[in-house]
């Protein structure tokens, strides 16, 4: 069954994915619910998707108002079917897919961005330094939020260098954690 955008001005279209990929992609309950916790901070938004995979979470950003999205993938084939939705939903003036590491998005990119997705392996071990570098480095707006989904064997600290837990959910295996920049929202 193809993935498909589940809300916004594509709702409905089909995402591209590479046949034989190794991803996880996001249910749509759980893709769901990151967005009705995201939708204050998504109008005209800059958005980072960290660990792509299929980009359906950034594609959902763009569905659901979202200005921007650049993408961080490392395998070269999801790459291509990110820009291949890109595409086909006419995004490709809203989005660029950057083929390298997550590791790298502080050191590549310029911040600020409103909403960062994070969707690591679930067995992905260095998930909470690399929020405590994304903290440290300006990449996440004043005001703006982390969306982190992980596993929920994998506890996330209540604070981590200037980002605070909003709210944790959990929906099965899954386990999303949304973080804060800045004053209480």
């Known amino acids: 069954?193809?993935?498909?955008?589940?809300?916004?001005?594509?709702?409905?279209?089909?995402?591209?994915?590479?046949?034989?990929?190794?991803?996880?992609?996001?249910?749509?309950?759980?893709?769901?619910?990151?967005?009705?916790?995201?939708?204050?901070?998504?109008?005209?938004?800059?958005?980072?998707?960290?660990?792509?995979?299929?980009?359906?979470?950034?594609?959902?950003?763009?569905?659901?108002?979202?200005?921007?999205?650049?993408?961080?993938?490392?395998?070269?084939?999801?790459?291509?079917?990110?820009?291949?939705?890109?595409?086909?939903?006419?995004?490709?003036?809203?989005?660029r897919v950057h083929r390298t590491q997550a590791e790298r998005a502080p050191d590549l990119l310029d911040g600020p961005y409103h909403v960062i997705l994070m969707d690591p392996p679930y067995a992905y071990k260095s998930l909470v330094p690399l929020i405590e570098r994304i903290g440290d480095s300006g990449l996440a707006a004043d005001g703006g939020v982390v969306a982190v989904e992980h596993s929920r064997h994998q506890e996330l600290p209540a604070e981590i260098d200037g980002l605070t837990c909003l709210r944790q959910r959990r929906y099965g295996e899954t386990m999303v954690t949304l973080y804060h920049r800045g004053e209480a929202a």
Request: hydrophobic share 40%.
């Open 1 to 95: 069954m193809a993935l498909r955008i589940i809300g916004g001005n594509a709702k409905g279209r089909a995402l591209q994915s590479p046949s034989g990929a190794r991803t996880r992609p996001t249910s749509n309950l759980v893709r769901s619910a990151i967005f009705s916790m995201l939708e204050p901070y998504l109008d005209g938004a800059r958005v980072l998707d960290l660990f792509s995979g299929t980009g359906a979470l950034g594609m959902e950003a763009l569905s659901r108002g979202a200005e921007w999205v650049d993408f961080m993938e490392r395998d070269a084939r999801q790459c291509e079917a990110i820009t291949g939705s890109l595409r086909s939903l006419e995004y490709d003036a809203r989005g």
